[in-house]
């Protein structure tokens, strides 16, 4: 028991002492960082999903770049404008470019709903990746 101790000990130090950067291992720009900022300050969740997870009275954004009927230009149009209950917020052009960038940057993770989605007999689900 004592062995288990020490292994899990020194395990856990050395997992969680690491010095890990989170632009190292992100895979988006400064440009999208900022974006993802704006969105957590102004509690876009609050009304919008990505991947489903959010609030629901606005629509899923993950797709909304590469949406062929709204992409960036649509989505950058309500920014500021406001419609039904979305409030309207004074963003800068750099912050709509942000705020677009960081939308471009969750649609290039993966599509949702994913609908090629397999679902195996050991429980696992095989899904689609962009």
């Not at 988006?28 to 489903?52: D, P, R, V």
């Not at 404008?81 to 470019?97: A, D, L």
């Amino acid at each position: 028991m004592g062995i288990l101790l020490t292994l899990s000990s020194i395990y856990s130090i050395t997992l969680y002492t690491q010095n890990t950067s989170a632009s190292s291992n992100s895979i988006l720009s400064e440009q999208a960082l900022e974006g993802e900022k704006l969105w957590q300050e102004n509690n876009c969740t609050a009304c919008h999903q990505i991947y489903g997870l959010g609030g629901y009275l606005g629509p899923d954004l993950t797709n909304i770049a590469s949406n062929p009927k709204k992409a960036l230009q649509y989505a950058k149009a309500f920014f500021n404008s406001g419609i039904k209950s979305m409030p309207k917020f004074n963003f800068t052009e750099e912050e709509k470019e942000q705020l677009a960038s960081f939308l471009e940057a969750v649609d290039r993770t993966g599509f949702y709903p994913n609908k090629e989605a397999e679902f195996q007999s050991s429980g696992w689900v095989s899904i689609k990746y962009k």
